[in-house]
């Protein structure tokens, strides 16, 4: 017994001494794998929004042009 638990010892480092580490499988690079962050489509759904102001005030802008052409 008391033999036993050194060898197993020196078994288990000597099993684990010898080997490289595995090799740890490399992410892609940065610029072709986005990684989306939770406001990402916040923000996308903000620019849309922000896009769709803007046409509707271009409208409003040119139906008000066209309604004081007709009154002059």
Same mark, same amino acid.
């Not at 197993?8 to 740890?24: D, F, M, Q, R, Y």
């Not at 271009?58 to 009154?71: G, R, Y």
């Given at each position: ?17 010898? =080997?490289?580490? %595995?090799?740890? *499988? ?9 990684? @989306? /962050?939770?406001?990402?489509?916040? =923000?996308?759904? %903000?620019?849309? *929004? ?9 409208? @409003? /802008? ?11």
């Amino acid at each position: 017994m008391k033999i036993l638990l050194p060898l197993l010892c020196l078994s288990a480092l000597s099993a684990c001494s010898g =080997k490289p580490p %595995e090799p740890v *499988a490399q992410p892609a690079s940065a610029a072709s794998s986005h990684v @989306a /962050a939770p406001w990402d489509a916040m =923000k996308a759904d %903000e620019q849309r *929004a922000k896009d769709v102001q803007k046409i509707v005030n271009k409208q @409003a /802008a040119d139906q008000e042009k066209q309604v004081e052409a007709q009154t002059q």
